[in-house]
């Protein structure tokens, strides 16, 4: 095929795969609001006389939501080497790169195994040729928030 097909159908694949996280995180925030109204209702049913909590809940259900906004402390932009991945068995490649790129990240911005995370088109790009083939090299962007998060995302 040629390079450009294939970069028209690894654009294609990434679009939906974005689409399909955004469609998770709206029907999550739906499932959210829901709970908080049952529990409203389930409020004002055991307290009927008690009118400050029934307006507590009716105000929350009008006002959107606040986003919890990252304080970034650390930025910085690496080139990942993956090609120790191709020293496993190929269906193990893709796993094995990615929990090699969590130890980089680890490593290189001082923070704990447990707080790197990964997004979901980062994920999808180190997998999109398969398991078998992960891409060798990486270019990538990660950011460290005060609670010493970190997220890697891909540089466009």
Not at 27 to 45: C, G, I, L, N, P
Not at 51 to 80: G, N, Q, Y
């Amino acid at each position: 095929m040629a390079p450009d097909v294939l970069a028209a159908k690894e654009s294609k694949f990434v679009s939906l795969q974005e689409k399909k996280s955004e469609e998770k995180k709206e029907a999550d925030a739906k499932e959210v609001a829901a709970s908080k109204e049952e529990k409203a209702r389930e409020s004002t049913q055991k307290g009927k006389g008690d009118k400050a909590k029934a307006e507590k809940a009716t105000v929350s259900k009008d006002e959107p939501k606040a986003e919890k906004k990252r304080e970034i402390i650390l930025e910085r932009i690496f080139i990942v080497p993956l090609s120790d991945a191709f020293k496993k068995p190929a269906m193990q490649r893709s796993n094995y790169a990615i929990k090699f790129l969590k130890k980089y990240l680890t490593r290189h911005m001082k923070a704990q195994e447990g707080n790197v995370k990964i997004s979901l088109i980062l994920n999808n790009f180190i997998r999109k040729r398969g398991s078998g083939r992960p891409v060798k090299k990486i270019k990538i962007k990660a950011t460290k928030d005060k609670e010493g998060i970190v997220i890697a995302e891909t540089v466009a």
